[in-house]
């Protein structure tokens, strides 16, 4: 580096790169450590469908209703979100900091025979680069980085004029304690132990500012459950624990 550049300002947590780093060969086990992902999986990706239709314009039941669209995920782990992304038309790019995940993804996009762009990199470099896309995801992401208001202009920065964002975390109260660390974790072990720390869980109202703070109108607001009777997840008004946060720039 040139004594006159500039190094990006980062959101990374080392601790929390290492720790999914050692989990990646778990990514697209559904009966391992990311099981729980995998049963997430299809209300994250009805979410995403339903608000990029309804913003683009879109057939919800079209089998490329996002053809055509550049999607942006950010922490894409083994690529869970983006290999179907990819199917419904979609030009997607991944990007994680941990070097293991994006190799772990890239083998498994090669399999399937999809082309995916994935990168290890950060959302603030992609910011810092120009780069920009019509969708942007940050899903289960923020509770993870050492920054939130830089993370979330970051994210903000990389969504196109009349793109959106959509992040997807969980809320900072007794309830999510209880049931995203306690249940998940100690009890029903969907978690490996330590995967959450409920002081870094960021509260729906800091959200949505730090979206509207960054030039971004919050347009839905999406609680998730977990239905035992039906062992899926499903939307609800409820965003006292998991919630899902949509937002468009004009």
């Given at each position: 580096m040139r004594p006159t550049e500039t190094p990006t300002p980062s959101t990374l947590d080392p601790g929390e790169v290492d720790k999914f780093s050692r989990?990646?060969?778990?990514?697209?086990?559904?009966?391992?450590k990311m099981g729980v992902l995998h049963k997430f999986n299809?209300?994250?990706?009805?979410?995403?469908?339903?608000?990029?239709?309804?913003?683009f314009g879109r057939d919800r039941n079209a089998l490329d209703a996002l053809a055509g669209l550049s999607v942006l995920d950010?922490?894409?782990g083994g690529g869970l979100l983006c290999e179907p992304l990819a199917r419904m038309g979609?030009?997607?790019t991944g990007i994680d900091p941990a070097r293991t995940n994006v190799e772990t993804a890239r083998l498994h996009a090669k399999l399937s025979g999809l082309s995916i762009d994935y990168r290890c990199t950060t959302a603030e470099e992609r910011a810092a680069a120009g780069a920009q896309f019509d969708i942007v995801l940050a899903m289960e992401v923020v509770e993870h980085v050492a920054d939130v208001s830089l993370f979330v202009k970051a994210c903000s920065t990389l969504v196109k004029p009349g793109g959106l964002l959509v992040m997807a975390t969980i809320n900072r109260?007794?309830?999510?304690?209880a049931l995203a660390i306690v249940g998940a974790e100690y009890v029903l072990r969907w978690l490996p132990r330590g995967t959450h720390?409920?002081?870094k869980f960021v509260t729906p109202e800091d959200l949505s500012a730090a979206m509207t703070e960054n030039?971004?109108?919050v347009t839905d607001r999406k609680g998730v459950r977990y239905d035992?009777?039906?062992?899926?997840?499903v939307e609800t008004s409820d965003l006292s624990v998991n919630y899902m946060l949509t937002a468009g720039r004009d």
């Open positions: 989990l990646a060969a778990e990514w697209w086990n559904p009966a391992g299809p209300v994250r990706l009805t979410h995403i469908r339903e608000e990029a239709c309804a913003r950010i922490g894409c979609a030009t997607v109260t007794l309830k999510s304690y720390e409920w002081d030039g971004l109108a035992l009777l039906r062992d899926r997840w």
